[in-house]
């Protein structure tokens, strides 16, 4: 049968009258084998499908929209982008006229990551262990970053993809040393990775898509402990703690729960397995209850087992914490105490957490507890449970010896004092020592009321 169905009067197709009335030829293609369907049909009741010829006189504007975007590649974020900016034609000649093909998250990433360590002399490298730095290419570990960075020269750009490719979308992410970064398809200077990125697409034309989240996440190792972070400025005991701070930089997927952020999917779905597990774990040792799984074996590796994961770098011995192990770095090998002090009213801490916690209580005056009786607020829950007791006078601190109970904690060690004979309380004038400070406040003004002007 012909491909052309001969129809009285007018064209089926493009409804086109002929100039004389009589039978119309029609002059536009039909879809395939629909001519053979509509001969099994009396020719006034059924219309043909609508072709690209027909669609000029039926829908104009559509036929027009689709002729901008032949040949083209249409993602459903594009289509979500247009339903949102409602009826202007403006968003689709954007899309027509866009040059970038459709590419995956994964070769986004791979793309990205690849222009910035090809065209850059930075080092990269995956996490830091306690063996050294291993080299994000090859794995080999290193005991410093000039090492590494002498090693990674031997490496191809071939090296790169492959490294690159041998990673999951979910959890690619590439650590890297920017010390003295530099272009090196011009070897001028960047200041950091951002001009880098703004360099190498404005003077060199390397493409970069912007749609995909940062990958690469800048660091500068030192030879010694004082990891600070590249984004802020803050000063770190381990370089774990720095690795951890940088989710706060690089908030690609945040929980839904907390509102935490983390560079990649993996380490979210991670933070959700072992912090947001709805349960009890108790210990079996002690009995102490845990909300997650994670949170119990690191009780038990770490009070019951004693694991010393934590090695000194100067010496064999081992130790079961980070702290510890810094407390004999300072004390055997003469390392300098860490020292973070407050920009506002120069108090210093051993600890940033301490230093952090300083600045939220004291300067910030954050207070998020409120007691449910009075107006007055806390800044953490052990102090509205420690204001609680005005309210409700429980005493549920006894004396494990004379069966005294108190309303504090505090209160009940200042109290095991006697019975351990602990006189910390000494007198400058006499040297009689006291359990308690009151004691002794009492015993100069009876005995050395003049001391005490």
Same mark, same amino acid.
């Given at each position: 049968?012909?491909?052309?169905?001969?129809?009285?009067?007018?064209?089926?197709?493009?409804?086109?009258? +002929? *100039?004389?009335?009589?039978?119309?030829?029609?002059?536009?293609?039909?879809? *395939?084998?629909?001519?053979?369907?509509?001969?099994?049909?009396?020719?006034?009741?059924?219309?043909?499908?609508? =072709?690209?010829?027909?669609?000029?006189?039926?829908?104009?504007?559509?036929?027009?929209?689709?002729?901008?975007?032949?040949?083209?590649?249409?993602?459903?974020?594009?289509? %979500?982008?247009?339903?949102?900016?409602?009826?202007?034609?403006?968003?689709?000649?954007?899309?027509?006229?866009?040059?970038?093909?459709?590419?995956?998250?994964?070769?986004?990433?791979?793309?990205?990551?690849?222009?910035?360590?090809?065209?850059?002399?930075?080092?990269?490298?995956? +996490?830091?262990?306690?063996?050294?730095?291993?080299?994000?290419?090859?794995?080999?570990?290193?005991?410093?970053?000039?090492?590494? $960075?002498?090693?990674?020269?031997?490496?191809?750009?071939?090296?790169?993809? =492959?490294?690159?490719? *041998?990673?999951?979308?979910?959890?690619?992410?590439?650590?890297?040393?920017?010390?003295?970064?530099?272009?090196?398809?011009?070897? @001028?200077?960047?200041?950091?990775?951002?001009?880098?990125?703004?360099?190498?697409?404005?003077?060199?034309?390397?493409? !970069?898509?912007?749609?995909?989240? /940062?990958?690469?996440?800048?660091?500068?190792?030192?030879?010694?402990?004082?990891?600070?972070? %590249? &984004?802020?400025?803050?000063?770190?005991?381990?370089?774990?703690?720095? /690795?951890?701070?940088?989710?706060?930089?690089?908030?690609?997927? !945040?929980?839904?729960?907390?509102? @935490?952020?983390?560079?990649?999917?993996?380490?979210?779905?991670?933070?959700?397995?072992? &912090?947001?597990?709805?349960?009890?774990?108790?210990? /079996?040792?002690? %009995?102490?209850?845990?909300?997650?799984?994670?949170?119990?074996?690191?009780?038990?590796?770490?009070?019951?087992?004693?694991?010393?994961?934590?090695?000194?770098?100067?010496?064999?011995? $081992?130790?079961?914490?980070?702290?510890?192990?810094?407390?004999?770095?300072?004390?055997?090998?003469?390392?300098?105490?860490?020292?973070?002090?407050?920009?506002?009213?120069?108090?210093?801490?051993?600890?940033?957490?301490?230093?952090?916690?300083?600045?939220?209580?004291?300067?910030? /005056?954050?207070?998020?507890? %409120?007691?449910?009786?009075?107006?007055?607020?806390?800044?953490?829950?052990?102090?509205?449970?420690?204001? &609680?007791?005005?309210?409700? +006078?429980?005493? !549920?601190?006894?004396? *494990?010896?004379?069966?005294?109970?108190?309303?504090?904690?505090?209160?009940? =060690?200042?109290?095991?004092?006697?019975?351990?004979?602990?006189?910390?309380?000494?007198?400058?004038?006499?040297?009689?020592?006291?359990?308690?400070?009151?004691?002794?406040?009492?015993?100069?003004? @009876?005995?050395?009321?003049?001391?005490?002007?």
């Amino acid at each position: 049968m012909e491909s052309n169905v001969k129809i009285y009067g007018k064209c089926r197709c493009c409804l086109t009258e +002929g *100039s004389d009335g009589s039978d119309v030829e029609a002059e536009c293609r039909l879809a *395939s084998d629909e001519a053979r369907l509509l001969a099994r049909f009396p020719p006034a009741n059924v219309r043909t499908l609508p =072709t690209r010829n027909t669609l000029y006189e039926l829908c104009p504007k559509y036929v027009i929209h689709l002729d901008m975007l032949q040949g083209k590649k249409v993602l459903a974020k594009d289509i %979500q982008s247009l339903l949102n900016k409602g009826d202007s034609d403006e968003p689709l000649r954007t899309l027509a006229n866009r040059k970038a093909d459709y590419i995956t998250d994964k070769n986004g990433h791979i793309n990205n990551a690849a222009v910035i360590l090809e065209n850059s002399n930075v080092t990269a490298f995956k +996490g830091k262990s306690r063996s050294g730095l291993p080299c994000f290419y090859c794995k080999e570990i290193f005991d410093n970053i000039t090492s590494l $960075r002498n090693h990674q020269k031997t490496h191809s750009k071939a090296d790169i993809k =492959t490294a690159l490719k *041998s990673h999951k979308t979910e959890s690619l992410v590439v650590n890297v040393d920017i010390a003295d970064l530099k272009c090196t398809v011009c070897d @001028t200077n960047q200041k950091n990775l951002k001009d880098l990125k703004v360099h190498l697409i404005a003077a060199h034309a390397k493409k !970069i898509y912007a749609d995909f989240e /940062e990958r690469i996440v800048p660091f500068v190792v030192p030879e010694g402990n004082n990891f600070i972070c %590249q &984004m802020c400025g803050f000063k770190y005991e381990s370089f774990g703690s720095l /690795e951890r701070h940088m989710n706060m930089h690089f908030r690609n997927y !945040i929980c839904d729960s907390c509102g @935490t952020g983390f560079v990649t999917y993996s380490r979210l779905r991670m933070h959700a397995k072992t &912090m947001h597990v709805d349960g009890s774990f108790k210990c /079996e040792l002690c %009995q102490k209850i845990y909300p997650s799984h994670q949170k119990l074996k690191s009780h038990v590796d770490t009070v019951h087992k004693c694991l010393k994961r934590f090695k000194c770098t100067k010496c064999p011995e $081992r130790f079961t914490d980070y702290f510890k192990r810094h407390q004999h770095l300072v004390e055997t090998h003469g390392v300098p105490e860490l020292e973070y002090k407050c920009n506002v009213c120069d108090k210093v801490y051993a600890r940033r957490y301490m230093l952090s916690r300083h600045m939220k209580r004291d300067h910030l /005056e954050e207070r998020y507890f %409120q007691c449910d009786i009075c107006f007055h607020k806390c800044f953490a829950r052990r102090d509205l449970e420690s204001h &609680m007791v005005k309210h409700n +006078g429980a005493r !549920i601190f006894e004396c *494990s010896v004379c069966k005294k109970a108190y309303a504090r904690k505090k209160t009940l =060690t200042e109290h095991m004092r006697i019975h351990n004979n602990d006189r910390r309380f000494a007198c400058a004038v006499c040297g009689l020592a006291f359990v308690q400070n009151c004691s002794l406040k009492g015993h100069m003004k @009876t005995h050395h009321p003049e001391a005490m002007h």
